[in-house]
């Protein structure tokens, strides 16, 4: 998306309601800016997360895809995150092995606590994606308005 | 059709300062399903909520959507509110456009652009939002505590405190587990027997409370608040009702010589036998294994000697079925198999012992009816080489160790520090004569009085504590041992020539822990120690719904702290049974019989043992009926975690609240 | 084969079994195509077991095994995987199937008979070395290896992993790791050159679903993508994505069950290598996890439903190395 | 690369796993004879101290038994630590602990050969 002849990338986080989306209020809460291009989607727990929803977000234009959730050992299911963690390395590995650029893709464990890092996490993320620029290869080009 | 009613909060200038509240509500009535939006000042407060309410009578709503602060902080709020209402408060959904966005932007542009295409996801969920209704399932005012220990009898008590009928399933022949072998308890000195056998009796008198002794879980079905559990009741070969624990059999039994497992084989006992004085019930039990008449149906004393007729050699194992609504995992620990480690030469000399073999030693009512002996010398203990005079206790044996050696654990068990400190204490106490080392790794006392109470060794008693491990027991043909071991401080070789040796071993879950927790569907760690739901948050309960843990089975404790845990365990319970039912969250997974091929891949998934199998017939599209495995989840047991959903390769398993399609619907939404 | 085929009419004439499940030809010698037999006759008349017989039998027996009666089929040492896959996941009734492990040599791939250069093929027939190769411009015999696809050509295993009798003599498992070589090679190119790749195969893509069809691990009752409470349900492919995703998602279904048969790539018209991207899910699970083979056996845990408390991060994919 | 790398890569040992409880010194069979212990071998090779080490007769009184290897509850392996320290001395140049005319002065009729053999292999490169 180009906002005033800049490019600006549309980031969709899908965060587990128990750590990651609580730690992204508590960045509110601390007033602790990241870019509006993320918009956060809240699931139950990180491994509620389909590689399917992935994909769409892609396929319908995001230019990055993050999931944050309990760090592991924290998880409120006790083992969700793991099975994310196994997902998703192996979900990121074929995309990177299809040619899609490898920064697009990011898991990061955010606690309930840690509204700085979530903060932080974000904006290190938008910048990584907004330099590769818009995502062209992965896009549903019927999508596009 | 759906009709959604929008409300954007400006939350005071909280939003409306970065978003344009206005705008925001403008630009969401074009949404399709969109009859009604409006923004307003506060929507939490009763003012709000009566907006909403009355939104939703005159407009007909069918969902709503609060634009406003995070679900977390007001989704109950217009849960409620929508439900008193009349719409299903599970039509509501949250933007978060405060903690998620204005308090994070600075640019009302951007923060306006960002609040409208929040709204329109939640308004993409909404659309696909089902009404929803907790389940209720009704509470069995029972509850089972499997280990009759201190933890087990600690819980009971309370449970039953409480009101509650509670039954204590133990498979030794009495309850009180570990602590009625142990002689003194650290830091105050007191002996275990007398505070513990109170609470044994007490367990007894209870009317709440039903112990079955020499008895084991055979099975466990169900969910929380509707366990089925089948117990055995193994056979005694004593009628319970009828013996009066007078130990006349005892007496008269010609087979003398069982090893006394009570005193950990150091001495023997008769193959009819009740374990120790205050046992809990004071009933005797034949040891099949040595009774003469079960062996060869010769002897039949100890049934001619039974004024109460107790004796019945035909006695079957039973098995009783019972329903409870809570169960208790309190299942003990043990010290671990010591074989292995040659070095300490514990095989070899009866004069290298365990620390609990220490503890039956110096018993009054042990072996050597209190005098500490060496084991060696059990049978002349006038002897003058019976007493030990140097005594040399080594630390962290099986304990915070790699892999390296099968059967030694890599956690700290935690106890052994203090009741070194405590036998070194005791030893120095009783006889100032004996020399007494100590060689440790780190001395490890947080606790109250605990650090206070090893010094006190150290300072008032003049036990010598060396900072180092000992590297080899050798027994001499004297029947001494030579101990060598490494002084760190002083960086030099140690050699002392010991009497008695006292190996601190590690302590391990019980053998039986496993299979109660593959029963119970409970989860373990790699050490078999039960899984707590959460580390910090839910220390007592299991990740299973309904099973709770009480004292070692869940990690090395002391006594203190076993009976705290046992408490809080309680509690939990007692919370648990007060309710007549329980209303689920309806926010469960469910499987589409149409669409599952019971491939198993969800069941392996589920960190609750919520999904289950069953094999159902269907009709094919060619008129057959043909018989295929599905899955279904027990909405009472499932949290809602989604684990399965993924895990599900056909689509068949799916989430209320968050499903495929919902969360689907909220990607485009946020993409268009 | 002989045996094979007195085998099979042994067990239908002793009631162990009332159907065979085999092989048979097609329009053409090399065009074999499955089969349910149930007599003698049948047998004699269509029966085929030789090189060209490369259809994987196991995904039958989920329909077949839940009929009337017992059946007999045949499984050559890679189809026992998928078998005992599928058994694992309940798949298929064990106790109403009979299995008899067949040896394999490798099979012809007319793909790459094609590629050498034939055209107009109308049959051909091996000797156990040599093909030899009917035209309409004649004949020419080539070597059996040569003929291979590159499923054969890197044969994972020439082990029955599982079987009630054996015909002929059982194999050993290949360890040496050559099907990877295509995946890394793949790897050591650059991002750009990759996509390129996949873009180039995949656009190919016509959406018969015969991949899906054919796969044994892909044997759900009803697809995802053709489910409509799924939100990814089939429709009209307008460009390269809708294939992406159709394969990327389908990969993942299958990713630590998928038994590397090969018959994805074998059925595709397109010829596209699909194949390679399941062997990049088995390559990374090795890696990852531990080496995996799924079908080995019927307990352990598949590698997506499991986990250890210390697994990688998913950013080893941007630390491993490579190119990017 | 620097001696403590070198040492590491040789003995293939993780010494950061001690946790400083001395059994492989308290097990030790030889301690007597050694100015620095097996666990101080481990300690300062962590600490990068070395130079004392590779100086030390130590290096020539362990006997290799491998108690400490056997005993180690941690798995550091500190017989491994102290062949890397020696192997890191003798193959400086003419670091050589026995050097081949040594050997005659060392013989006496009691020794056996294989003794020698065995020294000569273990002390020179």
């Known amino acids: 998306m180009q906002v005033n002849g800049e490019f600006r990338p549309l980031i969709v986080a899908f965060c587990c309601n128990w750590c990651s989306y609580a730690g992204a209020d508590l960045a509110g809460t601390n007033r602790l800016n990241y870019p509006a291009d993320v918009k956060i989607i809240r699931v139950p727990c990180s491994c509620r997360v389909n590689p399917m929803f992935v994909l769409r977000a892609f396929q319908r234009g ?67 994606v907004a330099k590769l620029g818009e995502n062209k290869r992965l896009e549903d080009l019927r999508c596009k308005k | 059709m759906h009709r959604i009613g929008v409300f954007v909060c400006h939350c005071g200038t909280n939003i409306a300062a970065t978003v344009d509240v206005k705008a925001v509500a403008e630009a969401v009535r074009e949404e399709t399903g969109v009859v009604f939006s409006a923004d307003y000042q506060y929507m939490c407060s009763e003012a709000g909520q009566t907006l909403v309410q009355d939104t939703i009578r005159e407009q007909r709503l069918t969902g709503v959507v609060v634009c406003s602060c995070s679900p977390r902080m007001h989704e109950a709020t217009f849960r409620k509110a929508a439900a008193k209402a009349g719409l299903n408060s599970y039509m509501v959904e949250i933007a978060n456009i405060r903690e998620q966005c204005s308090w994070i932007h600075k640019d009302m542009v951007s923060g306006t652009e960002k609040a409208i295409i929040l709204a329109r996801a939640a308004i993409a969920k909404v659309m696909l939002n089902t009404p929803l209704t907790p389940g209720k399932t009704p509470v069995t005012k029972r509850a089972l505590v499997i280990g009759g220990g201190i933890a087990g009898i600690q819980t009971a008590l309370d449970i039953a405190e409480a009101g509650f009928d509670v039954d204590i399933v133990e498979k030794q022949p009495t309850i009180g587990g570990k602590m009625t072998q142990i002689d003194k308890t650290f830091p105050t000195l007191d002996c275990a027997s007398c505070i513990l056998t109170p609470k044994m009796v007490d367990c007894a008198q209870n009317e709440k409370i039903h112990i ?383 669409m599952c091929n019971g491939c198993s891949a969800c069941e392996k998934v589920c960190p609750y043992g919520a999904i289950t199998y069953s094999d159902k017939e269907f009709r094919q599209p060619d008129r057959t009926v043909a018989i295929r495995r599905v899955a279904s989840v027990n909405p009472a047991v499932c949290q809602g975690c989604g684990a399965c959903t993924v895990a599900c390769p056909s689509g068949a398993m799916d989430l209320n609240g968050f499903s495929n399609s919902q969360i689907m619907a909220e990607v485009d939404a946020v993409c268009r | 084969m002989q045996e094979v085929k007195d085998r099979a009419k042994q067990l239908l004439a002793d009631g162990t079994v009332n159907r065979v499940v085999g092989w048979k030809a097609g329009e053409f010698s090399y065009d074999i195509t499955p089969a349910v037999f149930t007599s003698a006759e049948e047998i004699d008349k269509d029966f085929i077991y030789n090189d060209f017989c490369a259809p994987n039998l196991s995904k039958y027996l989920i329909k077949e095994s839940r009929k009337e009666g017992k059946l007999l089929v045949f499984l050559k040492p890679c189809d ?229 408390f210390d697994d990688c991060e998913p950013g080893i994919v941007y630390s491993r190395g490579g190119n990017e | 690369m620097d001696r403590k790398e070198e040492i590491l890569l040789i003995s293939g040992v993780n010494v950061r796993k001690c946790m400083r409880c001395g059994k492989c010194s308290g097990t030790c069979p030889n301690y007597d004879e050694m100015e620095y212990h097996p666990h101080q071998f481990v300690y300062m090779v962590e600490s990068g101290n070395i130079e004392p080490l590779l100086k030390s007769e130590s290096l020539y009184k362990c006997l290799s038994c491998f108690a400490c290897v056997e005993r180690c509850p941690r798995d550091v392996e500190p017989a491994k630590i102290i062949e890397a320290v020696r192997l890191s001395a003798i193959r400086q140049k003419g670091a050589n602990h026995i050097k081949a005319e040594n050997v005659p002065e060392l013989i006496d009729e009691d020794t056996p050969q294989q003794l020698l053999m065995s020294v000569f292999r273990k002390y020179s490169k």
């Open chain 2, 212 to 594: 079955y002794s020499y008895s084991e879980v055979e099975s466990v079905t169900g969910f929380v608040g509707n366990f089925t559990a089948k117990i055995k009741r193994k056979a005694r070969f004593v009628d319970e009702k009828k013996c009066t624990g007078c130990g006349e059999c005892v007496e008269k039994c010609p087979m003398k010589k069982v090893p006394n497992e009570f005193n950990l084989g150091l001495d023997n006992r008769k193959a009819i036998y009740i374990p120790f004085a205050q046992a809990v019930p004071k009933v005797a039990t034949i040891d099949a294994n040595y009774c003469l008449m079960k062996k060869n149906g010769k002897c039949g004393l100890c049934s001619k000697v039974c004024g109460a007729g107790a004796i019945n050699y035909d006695q079957q194992d039973e098995i009783i079925e019972e329903k409870y609504g809570a169960i208790v995992a309190a299942t003990g620990y043990n010290p671990i198999k010591i074989d292995k480690f040659d070095e300490f030469a514990y095989s070899q000399s009866p004069d290298v012992i365990t620390s609990l073999e220490l503890e039956r030693l110096m018993n009054a009512a042990g072996p050597s009816n209190g005098t500490l002996v060496r084991p060696s010398y059990l049978s002349k203990q006038d002897d003058h080489e019976a007493h030990p005079k140097t005594i040399v206790f080594v630390q962290c044996v099986g304990s915070r160790s790699t892999e390296c050696r099968k059967g030694s654990k890599e956690y700290c068990s935690k106890i052994c520090c203090m009741y070194t400190a405590k036998h070194a204490m005791l030893i120095r106490e009783k006889y100032p004569d004996t020399d007494v080392y100590v060689f440790y790794i780190d001395v490890r006392t947080p606790g109250k009085l605990f650090d206070e109470f090893y010094r006190r060794a150290v300072e008032q008693y003049g036990v010598h504590y060396i900072k180092g491990m000992v590297g080899k027991v050798s027994p001499r043909a004297d029947g001494k041992l030579d101990v060598q071991g490494s002084d760190l401080i002083s960086n030099e070789q140690l050699h002392v020539t010991a009497d008695l040796v006292v190996l601190a071993t590690a302590i391990e879950p019980d053998k039986t822990a496993r299979s109660i927790g593959t029963m119970l569907t409970a989860s373990m760690d790699t050490n078999d120690f039960f899984t707590e739901a959460h580390p910090k948050l839910r220390p007592v309960e299991s990740p299973t719904a309904g099973v709770f843990l009480s004292g070692v089975c869940q990690g090395p404790k002391d006594i203190p702290e076993t009976v705290t845990q046992a408490s809080a365990c309680a509690a939990k319970v007692v919370g648990l049974l007060v309710k007549d039912e329980l209303t689920g969250n309806p926010c469960v997974a469910h499987s589409d019989e149409l």
């Open chain 1, 62 to 128: 995001a230019d990055g895809v993050i999931l944050c959730g309990c760090h592991p050992g924290d998880c409120h299911y006790t083992s969700g995150n793991y099975f994310t963690r196994r997902r998703m390395t192996l979900l990121f590995s074929m995309l990177d092995f299809m040619g899609i650029e490898r920064e697009r893709t990011r898991v990061e464990w955010v606690s309930a606590a840690e509204g700085a890092k979530f903060a932080k996490t974000m904006n290190e993320f938008c910048e990584a």
């Open chain 3, 80 to 308: 026992t995987y998928s078998f005992n896959q599928l058994l694992k996941e309940h798949r298929i009734l064990r106790e109403n199937v009979y299995v008899i492990g067949v040896p394999c040599t490798g099979k012809v791939d007319i793909d790459t008979v094609r590629a050498m250069g034939f055209q107009g093929i109308t049959g051909m027939e091996s000797d156990g070395e040599n093909v030899t190769v009917h035209t309409l411009y004649g004949d020419k015999t080539v070597l059996k290896a040569d003929t291979l696809g590159d499923k054969c050509k890197t044969c994972k295993s020439k082990k029955h992993v599982v079987y009630d009798e054996l015909i002929g003599e059982d194999g050993e498992v290949n360890t040496d790791g050559a099907r990877f070589e295509l995946v890394e090679k793949l790897e050591k190119m650059t991002a750009d050159e990759r996509f390129e790749f996949w873009r180039g195969e995949l656009s190919k893509c016509i959406r018969c679903n015969a991949c899906r069809n054919v796969c044994p691990a892909c044997s759900c009752e009803n697809c995802v993508f053709d489910n409509p409470a799924s939100g990814i349900q089939q429709r009209a492919a307008v460009n390269s994505f809708e294939e992406n995703m159709f394969h990327l998602i389908r990969s993942f279904h299958v990713a630590g069950r998928c038994t590397d048969c090969g018959e994805c790539t074998r059925v595709c018209p397109q010829n596209i290598p699909l194949h390679l991207i399941n062997r990049k899910y088995i390559k990374d699970i090795n890696e990852f996890y531990g080496d995996f083979q799924a079908g080995e056996d019927t307990e352990t845990r598949a590698p997506l439903n499991a986990y250890t």
